[in-house]
C-alpha cells in the first residue's frame, strides 16, 4: 500500500494510508478494523489518515473471492474490496455517505458514456440494508471475459467487458479524500470499516521473481470458462 496518494482532483485532499490503522478487532467476532481517521497538521490542514492492506501474493488469476465486512455509519469514507495490477481492477466499493446504501461494483479500465461512467463497466446496486450494522458477504467471481458480482450469496450483478485477464493482488482499504462528489467528507470522527474473514478460490499464474507475475502458463479456468462448484453460499 502506497504511504501517500496525492490529490486526484482539485479541492480534494492528500490520502495518507498508515498501518497504524489497521488492527485486530477485540471483539470475539475476530478480523480486523481499518480505520480512517483526521488530524491537524501544524499550520492547521486537514490531514486524513487512512488504511488498507493486500495480500503478498500477486499471481491470482480467476476465482471467488467472498469477504463478511461491516461498513462505517460515518459519512465520508469508501470501503473497497478489489483485485488489483498496475493495469486493471476488479471493484466492490460502499460510500458510507450514500443513502439509501449501495455498493459500487467497477471494471477497470473502464467506460465512460456521455461523460459518465459506462453501465457496462460499473454498476450501483441498492443493497436494500445498513451495511453498518451486521456483517454481509460481498463476493465476485472472477472468470475469462466475465466477472459477477453477489451479496449474501445471491448474484447482483455480472460484467462481460473490459474484464481483467492478468494476475492480480486482494486487497482492501478505507480512505477518504474530501471529494464532494465521490466519497465526500472527511468524516467528522474516527471511522472503523470491520473486515470478519476472507475466503479465496483461486487459479494463480506462474510468479516471476522479477516482475512478481508471469503469465505464460495458462490457468485451468482458461479451459472451464466458470470457477469451481463451492458448496454453500
Not at 76 to 83: E, H, P
Amino acid at each position: 500500500m502506497a504511504p501517500m496518494i496525492n490529490p486526484k482532483y482539485e479541492d480534494t485532499l492528500d490520502r495518507r494510508f498508515t498501518s497504524k490503522n489497521v488492527w485486530l478487532n477485540p471483539s470475539e467476532q475476530g478480523g480486523l478494523q481499518l480505520a480512517v481517521t483526521v488530524t491537524k497538521d501544524e499550520h492547521g490542514q486537514t490531514q486524513i489518515h487512512c488504511s488498507g492492506f493486500g495480500t503478498q501474493r500477486r499471481d491470482f488469476l480467476y476465482g471467488s473471492f467472498r469477504s463478511y465486512v461491516k461498513t462505517t455509519n460515518i459519512n465520508g469514507t469508501v470501503a473497497a474490496m478489489y483485485i488489483y495490477n498496475t493495469q486493471e481492477e476488479i471493484d466492490i466499493e460502499i460510500l458510507s455517505s450514500v443513502s439509501p446504501p449501495q455498493s459500487y461494483f467497477a471494471i477497470h479500465p473502464g467506460l465512460l458514456e456521455n461523460g459518465r461512467a459506462s453501465h457496462l463497466t460499473h454498476d450501483n446496486h441498492h443493497l436494500g440494508f445498513d451495511p453498518s450494522v451486521e456483517f454481509h458477504e460481498f463476493r465476485f467471481d472472477w472468470m475469462p471475459n466475465l466477472c459477477i458480482f453477489y451479496v449474501d450469496g445471491v448474484e447482483a450483478r455480472r460484467m462481460t467487458t473490459n474484464i481483467p485477464g492478468l494476475p492480480g493482488r486482494l486487497m482492501f482499504n478505507h480512505w477518504s479524500d474530501g471529494n464532494p462528489n465521490f466519497s465526500q467528507g472527511p468524516p467528522s470522527s474516527d471511522a472503523i470499516f470491520e473486515v470478519m474473514n476472507i475466503t479465496a478460490f483461486f487459479n494463480y499464474s506462474m510468479t516471476d521473481p522479477e516482475t512478481g507475475f508471469n503469465t505464460t502458463v495458462p490457468a485451468k479456468c482458461s479451459e472451464t470458462q466458470q470457477p469451481c462448484n463451492i458448496r454453500g453460499k
